[in-house]
């Protein structure tokens, strides 16, 4: 069992920056790979990053040189550092821990969530 929770949402303007944080306890170090995803109402809840177990890392289209994740291997806390934010960037994340080696940015495929983060970016 692993249990995660995410911390570091908040509101911000355009062109400004956020760091979430998502804390990992239990057999955090088994899961394959700690991913972020964002869900807008009314939307589905997409994938933004996923970090591999093995340390690669993987970004949706939108947010590929804006976001970065990391992970502080002491802490077992992993990061999802965003720059230059746009309203577009909204919504709720969530961090998720998944055991399958597939499918990482899907949200059908996570096993372990958190409780969620609200971001929220003005114009």
């Known amino acids: 069992q692993v249990r995660v929770v995410e911390s570091g949402g908040g509101s911000v303007q355009a062109g400004g920056s956020l760091s979430l944080s998502c804390a990992a306890s239990?057999?955090?170090?088994?899961?394959?790979?700690f991913s972020w995803f964002r869900q807008v109402q009314g939307k589905e809840r997409e994938g933004v990053a996923t970090?591999?177990?093995?340390?690669?890392?993987k970004y949706a289209d939108s947010v590929k040189g804006r976001f970065t994740i990391s992970k502080d291997n002491f802490l077992n806390t992993h990061y999802l550092e965003m720059n230059n934010l746009s309203p577009e960037d909204s919504g709720m994340y969530f961090c998720a821990a998944s055991d399958r080696s597939i499918g990482c940015m899907s949200p059908q495929w996570a096993k372990y969530w958190g409780q969620g983060t609200q971001v929220t970016v003005s114009s």
């Open positions: 239990g057999n955090a170090y088994g899961p394959y790979c």
């Open positions: 970090r591999y177990r093995v340390g690669t890392t």
